[in-house]
């Protein structure tokens, strides 16, 4: 405007008088002086006196058009847009020229409610000036408005092809497809914006933003980076790195950024959310969560915070009050991805599979790609028993755009669980993968792994992966830790606290009942703590009754726990969890007693540093050193008794009688199965002909379990003809019942039965094992060894083919055992509950004793 004022005193300033029909006569330097002493107020907000000027102007001489122009403006400031069109319609009348006279003619047509009209003064004013940028814009901007926006976009497309060279209309260009969510056109054009003016941060920014946008942050990462290296000032760039980084898994180079973000802008909230899901990514959950609490009550009405606090809630075990907010999330925006996503991630910790199913498939619905919708209704679907659907699933999340190897757990375990090996041929070196994770991501996947740990290196490996977790949880409660522990008196009772999400009609609560039933009650005060309350569960009914003390933990945060069992003064705390299904070990690293011990439901070192033993016996004890991180805690004879069992008689013939050939089974987990465990029972097979093997299992209602299962014995050599499979839930037939349709059971390794080898053995069958250094490979071992079957653990794979074929071909050992097994169990330690009982209470009280707490 300043511009065109002075190009207009240059032209005053080479006329000689006004113009004809003045009212009288004055001068050109009057009408300059005039007109920019107006243009000045105008310019500093003194619109009163700009107008009496412009007006004072044209009573003096009427064809000056900037006045009318500028006079013009001024009306549709005020919102008086057809006063406008009038004035700026005499303007141009007057002078056609500037391109600024028609952009607002434009603009005051278009707010007169006359857009048609305002397009075709745009279209004039572009013909009439082909090169001109901002006149493009302004036609783009106004058909966009009025939805005409394949016009618009061609507009734009027609000044970048006038103007190839000029970064800005490439810019213009990537806004409007971004702001229609066409972001690969966004993205081709803000890339030309970059080749075009590379040292334009601003334009950077944009780019990166929308790679990260469409998933492609490595590509963003190699965009953002060389301005934020050397030191951009822009915090949207900082904050974009920031985030993809983040994406990446690159935690301390996103915080970094995201610090620097902050630091160049202080009061964008959203940097400060952003910086915190970093935090609730490296585990540092509760420094997440106060973040979160504090911009939640800054900016209550902000959806996008009220669904990140709502999933630290998750994370820090209260899903139940997550659902209601992400509900009301979802009330006011239907087509949120994350929230629907993170709404089935609450149902299932509360173990409501159905619920997050829908969750999921409501956001696929809104985001068909989104991986991790993808990704979480696979592993639903998996827990729902849908083990077809789910192996479907998790192939399809392979060819996700935003799949990348370090997202392979979900799908590592379901293709673990379904026998799909050449699926997990195709994720790569697995342990591999495990180190590009972030730590607090391995839980779900780190038990399934046990399989891969076959060796004492391949378990010290394991152990370290173990080990990281370990030091992501420690550090998370190191961040608000309990106060250190008091030294209190001696006492005459130890109190023992039973932490487990199994304490239930699981195998770990049966296996606990011959215990809980007869603990020495003078010495010994047992607490149970379990996350899931089942009152109609009649396993946990009678624990509840067995116990001093039964504490819900539902709804409660790790820390909430952990100064729970401070409170209660437990004296030795066992966790019987580890990395299985609800598990609360993290609570065991804010050291809530004296002395945490790992025991019974995981057969492997926990990750932390303050359990402080593993209670083993000397069989399952790792022969070398550096297999797990607790001490081992030995008890005199087994570490475990066998549960109560179902009066089912043991058959009094053979199945080999019955059939004319011999049938091999196992009741083990398919998870439990590797390559090299099929292959050997398939040489076994193959040494005794006409042998059957039978795998009974609910699972096997899975056709691609079944499928791959017997795809893998075909490359052995063995006819899929003489497989077998079983759901006896579904037939309604007690599981130690199907044992009499089996001859002899031949163990799974490297992780061996343990249940399953009991309730074999219990029903007279024999189990071959083989055996290794580390707990999950000797847990068989510690049962055959104590009933006299110490022949049938083995040390080598060919060692177990040899020793289960031999014993397959001799009928009479096999009908010996059938006819004595049982009895031989029944006078073992494993039902000397009394004894075991006593064993366990001595052992804790020697080991009190030892701390000086009795």
Known sequence: ?????????????????????????????????LLTEGHKAHLSGDVEFAEQRYRQVLSLRPDVADAYHL?????????????????????IAIDPKPEQFHTNYGAALHHAGRSEEAIEVYRRAVARSPDSIDTYKNLSVLLNSQGKVEEAVEVLHEAARRNPGAARVHKL????????????????????CVEIDPSNDVMRSDFGYVLGKLGRHQEAVDVLMPAYQRGTELPDLC???????????????????????????????????????VYFQQGRVNKALETFERLYREHPD???TMTDLAICYVRTGRAGQAIPMFKKVLEKRPDDVKAWNSLGVAYGALLYHKEAEDAYRMALKYAPKDFHANDNLAITLKALNKYDEANLAAHATLALPDYRPSRFLNTFQIFHNTCDYDGMRQLGDIEALCEQVAPLTLTGAIFDMMVHADTPEST???????????????????????????????????RIGFLSSDLRSHAVGRHLMPLLRNYDRDRLEIYGYTPWDYPNDPNQREIMRLVAAFRPLSNMRVREIAELIRRDEIDILFDFNGHTLGSKAEALAYRPAPIQISWLGYPFSSGLKDVDYFLLDDR????????????????????VAFAEYPDVPVADTLPVEVNGYITFGTLNNPYKYTPQTIAAWARVMKNVPKSRMIFVRPEVKSRVLCVNIAKEFRRHGVDPERLFFFDNQTQKVNFVDCYNQIDMTLDTFPVTGGTTTCDATWMGVPVVTRVGQAIHQRISYGILDRIGLGELCTWTIDEFVERASALAH??????????????SVQSSIFFDWPRHAQQFSDTMWSLAKQHGLV
């Open 1 to 33: 405007m300043a511009a065109r004022v002075q190009r207009k005193a240059r032209k005053l300033q080479g006329r000689g008088n006004g113009p004809a029909g003045s009212i009288a006569p004055v001068s050109d330097g009057q009408i300059l002086a």
């Open 71 to 91: 006079l013009g403006v001024i009306h549709l400031k005020r919102g008086e847009a057809e006063k406008a069109v009038e004035l700026l319609a005499r303007a």
């Open 460 to 494: 010290r490996r394991l152990v370290a992966l173990h080990r990281k977790w370990g030091m992501a949880i420690e550090r998370q409660a190191a961040e608000r830790p309990l106060p250190p522990l008091e030294r209190r008196p001696p006492r005459r009772k130890l």
């Open 173 to 192: 260009l990537g806004n409007l497809y971004l702001q229609h969510n066409n972001l690969e056109e966004a993205a081709e054009s803000y890339r030309k």
């Open 239 to 277: 904050n974009n790195l920031g985030n993809s980084l983040r994406h990446l898994d690159r935690l301390d180079e996103a915080e970094e950024a995201l610090s620097r973000a902050i630091e160049l802008d202080p009061k964008r909230w959203q940097f400060e959310s952003n910086i915190a899901g």
């Open 620 to 639: 399952i004890c790792p022969s070398e050193s550096g297999l797990m991180l607790e001490k081992p805690l030995l008890m005199p004879e087994s570490w």
């Open 302 to 304: 902000e959806l996008t």
């Open 810 to 823: 001799s009928t009479d050992d096999l009908k010996f055992l059938r006819q004595n097994l049982r009895d």
